[in-house]
């Protein structure tokens, strides 16, 4: 069904949008407010864009890019706050790694 990365969501801290992929709108409302929410302040503190993506194995993965000579971005704060997220969302990103497993790449739900 899918070969590619496919976005979750994102957020961007040059044109202060966030962006979620409609392709997940049956997420509980709770879960996308918590994207949104780890997204956002992400971009707020350091910068850039964020992006969450899954490839094509279902792994989320964290993308991060910045506008050319960003003077505002902070690579190194940017590089601890994904681990920081990485560390306190385990379980939510865990979860969200098994839903495209299951819904998206037709898995099963062993683990």
């Known amino acids: 069904m899918y ?4 976005v979750l969501c994102g957020a961007n801290s040059y044109e202060e949008k966030y962006y ?4 997940f709108d049956a997420l ?13 302040l992400y971009v707020n503190d350091v910068g850039g864009i964020l992006t969450l ?3 094509e194995d279902g792994g989320l993965n964290f993308e991060v890019t910045s506008g050319e000579f ?15 997220l ?3 969302k ?7 790694q098994m839903y495209y497993k299951v819904f998206f790449l037709g898995g099963d739900l062993c683990y």
């Open 86 to 88: 990485r560390r306190e």
């Open 28 to 40: 509980p409302d709770s879960i996308k407010d918590e994207l949104k929410i780890m997204c956002v």
């Open 70 to 84: 960003d003077p505002m971005f902070d690579e190194i704060g940017s590089r601890l706050k994904i681990k920081k």
């Open 3 to 6: 070969e590619e990365k496919i």
């Open 20 to 23: 979620l992929n409609p392709d």
């Open 90 to 96: 385990e379980e939510l990103l865990t979860a969200l």
């Open 53 to 55: 993506v899954y490839d």
